[in-house]
């Protein structure tokens, strides 16, 4: 029998293919998902009711945990936060304006001067003309200056958006320890079943008890002893876990699985004599019994 372990690492390298391909969790997690489904539909084949039931188990509950990786995503700024952002940068522009003025003015003023100098001072005109180059050079550097802001700005607002993946590598890493926990665990209980199995008669005491008492009762004669003590078998299996059913045709609970049957020769009989009860262990079949039933029940079948 194959473990799922085993099956998971023949299909290892196909789905870390996958999980690099997908562009989102939900991708992610429906793609592995699907393949879990898969694999337990391949493992269960050879297992019996209680470790398909014990297997069953864990595969749902790793399904959830997987899917609360769909919760992770980035989040986006309100826009409370980007007002807070924008604000410092507003209030930083307006005293740059502001500033401005100022020099222009003090330039006008400067110039005005200068040109109330020229009538009684010809010099004056060599200051004009140097302080005429210092205002074109300055606006030619703001200008500049402008265009890198812009074009700052511009590649901040271009910038790709992050997308949220899954290391597939680690993922299945870890993956691969969960299913190999399961294997453990489905090996644990066919363990339990075969040492169950191989209990000899001298380590059940309740039962040795039974037939010894049974065996004085024989040697003594007396049949009524003996029928009260067969009373008692039902409780002694129980104690080991082991149910004995009786057919009942109309009960939902008596499954016609457990038992073989056998035409009536009394064509007169009316009703289902069960010979010997079947025996199970939950829902383990142990001992299938024996039924006998109407002859016209069984020309229905």
Same mark, same amino acid.
């Given at each position: ?27 992610? #997690? ?17 297992? =019996? ?7 069953? @188990? @864990? ?35 307006? =005293?740059? @304006? ?5 020099? #222009? ?38 200008? !500049?200056? =402008?265009?890198?802001?812009?074009s700052m700005s511009q590649e901040l607002l271009e910038l790709p958006q992050p997308i949220l993946r899954v290391d597939s590598k680690v993922f299945l890493d870890h993956l691969g320890d969960a299913l190999n926990t399961i294997d453990l665990a489905v090996a644990r209980v066919e ?6 199995? !191989? ?5 059940? $005491?309740?039962?040795?008890? @039974? ?11 007396? $049949? ?18 082991? =149910? ?15 038992? !073989? ?9 009316? !009703?289902? #004599?069960?010979?010997? $009860? ?16 109407? #002859? ?6």
């Amino acid at each position: 029998m194959k473990t799922i372990t085993s099956l998971f690492n023949e299909e290892r390298n196909q789905l870390q293919t996958d999980i690099d391909n997908t562009t989102s969790i939900e991708q992610t #997690v429906k793609l592995v998902q699907n393949r879990l489904d898969h694999l337990e539909r391949i493992y269960i084949e050879k297992l =019996n009711l209680a470790q398909v039931r014990l297997a069953s @188990f @864990f595969l749902d509950t790793l399904r959830q945990s997987i899917a609360t990786l769909a919760a992770a995503n980035y989040s986006q700024l309100t826009p409370i936060e980007q007002r807070q952002i924008t604000n410092p940068g507003t209030k930083f522009f307006a =005293n740059r @304006f502001i500033l401005k003025v100022l020099q #222009v003015l003090i330039c006008i003023g400067i110039l005005g001067s200068l040109f109330s100098l020229t009538k009684t001072t010809p010099a004056a005109w060599m200051a004009i003309l140097l302080t005429s180059l210092l205002l074109g050079l300055e606006v030619v550097l703001q200008l !500049d200056l =402008n265009n890198q802001q812009n074009s700052m700005s511009q590649e901040l607002l271009e910038l790709p958006q992050p997308i949220l993946r899954v290391d597939s590598k680690v993922f299945l890493d870890h993956l691969g320890d969960a299913l190999n926990t399961i294997d453990l665990a489905v090996a644990r209980v066919e363990e339990s079943n075969k040492h169950e199995g !191989d209990l000899a008669i001298e380590e059940l $005491p309740e039962l040795l008890n @039974f037939l010894q008492r049974l065996m004085g009762a024989s040697k003594l004669d007396k $049949p009524q002893m003996a029928h009260e003590l067969a009373k008692l078998l039902p409780q002694i299996l129980m104690s080991q876990g082991i =149910n004995a059913q009786i057919y009942r045709q109309n009960d939902p609970h008596s499954d016609r699985e457990y038992f !073989d049957f056998e035409p009536s020769i009394d064509p007169d009989t009316k !009703d289902h #004599v069960t010979l010997t $009860p079947a025996l199970l262990k939950g829902d383990r079949l142990l001992r299938r019994g024996r039924v006998i039933e109407p #002859v016209y029940s069984s020309k229905e079948l």
